[in-house]
């Protein structure tokens, strides 16, 4: 499967775009729509150049699709579009080895239409252990996305 415009879309609107390299909450360097790394790559540090808006659209649609190639090989039940992009968007932000061994990832595997799975969104939406508004947030839309016929 793969990302469209709405998964693409719902990763930047969380996201936010910073064309200067900054430290996210969790403190590691980063640039454009939330990325740590560049397509070649190459981490992120404070000392890169700024980029342009283009360049960090096309930077997110190269590594959310790196994403979802990923996501894919581990999803091993059927899901819909909507629950491919809110799953993506997940791991995009968690990182993949966190998205492996999630209870979210068990349990859709078991049975992706299981109403439980919305409260495994929402125990991802802590910073160094520190609950944040904006995490809250985007575990509601990928839930509210995931289970949107």
């Known amino acids: 499967m793969k990302l469209n415009e709405q998964g693409y879309k719902l990763i930047?609107?969380?996201?936010g775009l910073r064309l200067k390299p900054y430290l996210c909450p969790a403190r590691v360097p980063t640039i454009g729509y939330g990325n740590t790394y560049y397509a070649d790559g190459k981490r992120v540090t404070m000392q890169d150049k700024p980029?342009?808006?283009?360049?960090?659209?096309e930077l997110l649609k190269i590594i959310a699709d790196?994403?979802?190639?990923?996501?894919d090989a581990v999803v091993t039940a059927t899901v819909t579009q909507n629950q491919f992009n809110a799953l993506v968007s997940f791991a995009y932000n968690i990182g993949m080895g966190n998205f492996r061994k999630s209870t979210l990832l068990r349990m859709v595997n078991l049975s992706p239409h299981n109403a439980s799975i919305r409260a495994q969104f929402m125990r991802?939406?802590?910073?160094?252990?520190?609950?944040?508004?904006?995490?809250?947030?985007?575990?509601i839309d990928e839930a509210?996305?995931?289970?949107?016929?």
């Open 66 to 71: 790196k994403f979802a190639r990923q996501v």
């Open 144 to 149: 509210n996305l995931y289970f949107t016929k």
């Open 12 to 15: 930047a609107k969380h996201e």
């Open 124 to 139: 991802w939406n802590k910073a160094g252990g520190v609950e944040l508004r904006g995490l809250t947030n985007r575990r």
């Open 51 to 57: 980029i342009t808006r283009e360049q960090a659209y």
